[in-house]
T-cell receptor, first 116, second 117 residues
Framework: DSGVTQTPKHLITATGQRVTLRCSPRSGDLSVYWYQQSLDQGLQFLIQYYNGEERAKGNILERFSAQQFPDLHSELNLSSLELGDSALYFC???????????????FGEGSRLTVL | AQKITQTQPGMFVQEKEAVTLDCTYDTSDPSYGLFWYKQPSSGEMIFLIYQGSYDQQNATEGRYSLNFQKARKSANLVISASQLGDSAMYFCAMREGPNFGNEKLTFGTGTRLTIIP
């Protein structure tokens, strides 16, 4: 158990709909990362938040948005869903280096989104 | 150019044998970190081992070791005495820059390892 919690684990929805994926990072971790894993694109970095602020942006579509709340949990919002958005969405967390930290990301179990 | 390259889409290895999974990387940053993750069929991503660019010795974690050849920009994962439970997808990943609150990782395409009894 990595300590990172993602809900829901599975989600089936229709094209054009909107969904929200939720992530609770490990206790004490300030950074949250969102990744998308699809069969044809592999693991793609979407976005990072650090202590409530957006820190880095990757290949995130304009239809997607995210935020990190004061309690450090994060939500990824996916709207106007298309068939190609079907993927496993991972949240990962980490904490600021304090000497000896390797900086590995701790991943949740993922939210599997199926768009029909 | 790909930052992380894993050239072996799939590998089959006999149980109890050692296996080497290849990974090459590309960065101009002198400070970086290299990671290996395991993804079993259940889907979760499990951290295995880490190597920093300034580390003098190759990293080891139990049956896992990282063969770090900096000049060749390679960071191969070696699994000794393979077990059936090692069957999974393995990803090599890299962090560019020092580890100061920027742990964004770039992943390779992965190698699917199958251990044969």
């Amino acid at each position: 158990d990595s300590g990172v919690t993602q809900t829901p684990k599975h989600l089936i929805t229709a094209t054009g709909q909107r969904v929200t994926l939720r992530c609770s990072p490990r206790s004490g971790d300030l950074s949250v990362y969102w990744y998308q894993q699809s069969l044809d694109q592999g693991l793609q970095f979407l976005i990072q938040y650090y202590n409530g602020e957006e820190r880095a942006k990757g290949n995130i579509l304009e239809r997607f948005s995210a935020q990190q709340f004061p309690d450090l949990h994060s939500e990824l919002n996916l709207s106007s869903l298309e068939l190609g958005d079907s993927a496993l969405y991972f949240c990962a967390s980490s904490y600021r280096a304090r000497g000896g930290n390797t900086g590995e990301l701790f991943f949740g179990e993922g939210s599997r989104l199926t768009v029909l | 150019a790909q930052k992380i390259t894993q050239t072996q889409p799939g590998m089959f290895v006999q149980e109890k044998e050692a296996v080497t999974l290849d990974c090459t990387y590309d960065t101009s940053d002198p400070s970086y970190g290299l990671f290996w993750y395991k993804q079993p069929s259940s889907g979760e991503m499990i951290f295995l081992i880490y190597q920093g660019s300034y580390d003098q010795q190759n990293a080891t974690e139990g049956r896992y070791s990282l063969n770090f050849q900096k000049a060749r920009k390679s960071a191969n994962l070696v699994i000794s005495a393979s077990q059936l439970g090692d069957s999974a997808m393995y990803f090599c990943a890299m962090r560019e820059g020092p580890n100061f609150g920027n742990e964004k990782l770039t992943f390779g395409t992965g190698t699917r390892l199958t251990i044969i009894p």
